[in-house]
């Protein structure tokens, strides 16, 4: 069973002001990576993680950035956020080649 | 331009009918498919994977399929049950070309299954 814990889950704030998301996972994964998600529409990886102090852009743009400092632990940050950003964001983990990326329960951003 | 596609965005079956949800890729290098499962609100939780170097994997009432020649796979759910309700996603990975591991979504597709 996966352990991967993404805070909050619902978040509502207003345009302007600066938003971290906590995503933890306690199995011991190198690998880590964000997703955004809008309804309806596919999952695009915004960031990804090969281990501590590594941090890549993934492929759809975004303005969000992030760090690992530790293993387990993998936030974002909107150091502004905008209408723009409203959308589902999702954390995710992976183990070895041939496991399955497990992901956490999301945070779904509204920015007014 | 999409790499992975799943052309029907909605699906409804009935009970104990088998239920056939369908990818394309366009991406050779992809070498590792996994399907997903997700109810709103929620994170996708994984179903079922399948690499390159088989064509069928199976575990319970899932089965995906996959045919390279067609870049097309298929999972398969039989009975279906109402609780097999939610949003389908495929997903592609190319693992020996890419050591991130990074996947590429379809765009879902919503099964609804009837009692």
């Known amino acids: 069973e996966a352990d991967i814990y993404q805070t909050p889950r619902y978040l509502v704030i207003g345009t302007g002001k600066k938003i971290t998301l906590e995503c933890s996972q306690t199995m011991g994964h190198d690998k880590m990576y964000w997703y955004q998600q809008d309804p309806g529409m596919e999952l695009h990886l915004i960031h990804y993680?090969?281990?501590?102090?590594?941090?890549e852009k993934g492929d759809l743009s975004s303005e969000s950035t992030v760090s690992r400092i530790r293993t387990e632990h993998f936030p974002l940050t909107l150091e502004s956020a905008r209408p723009s950003h409203t959308s589902q964001y999702l954390c995710?983990?992976?183990?070895?080649?041939?496991?399955?990326?497990?992901f956490g329960d999301g945070t779904r951003l509204s920015i007014l | 331009d999409q790499q992975v596609k799943q052309n029907s965005p909605s699906l409804s079956v009935q009970e104990g009918r088998i239920s056939i949800l369908n990818c394309d890729y366009t991406?050779?290098?992809?070498?590792?498919f996994l399907w997903y499962k997700k109810y709103p609100a929620e994170g996708p939780t994984f179903l079922i994977s399948i690499s390159s170097i088989k064509d069928k994997n199976e575990d319970g009432r899932f089965t995906v399929f996959l045919n390279k020649s067609a870049k097309h796979l298929s999972l398969h759910i039989v009975p279906s049950q109402p609780g097999d309700s939610a949003v389908y996603f495929c997903?592609?990975?190319?693992?020996?070309?890419?050591?991130?591991?990074?996947?590429?979504f379809g765009s879902g597709t919503r099964l609804l299954v009837r009692p």
């Open positions: 997903a592609a990975s190319a693992r020996y070309v890419d050591s991130s591991y990074k996947l590429i």
């Open positions: 991406n050779s290098m992809f070498d590792y």
């Open positions: 995710a983990s992976v183990g070895g080649s041939d496991q399955p990326q497990h």
């Open positions: 993680s090969y281990g501590v102090n590594s941090t």
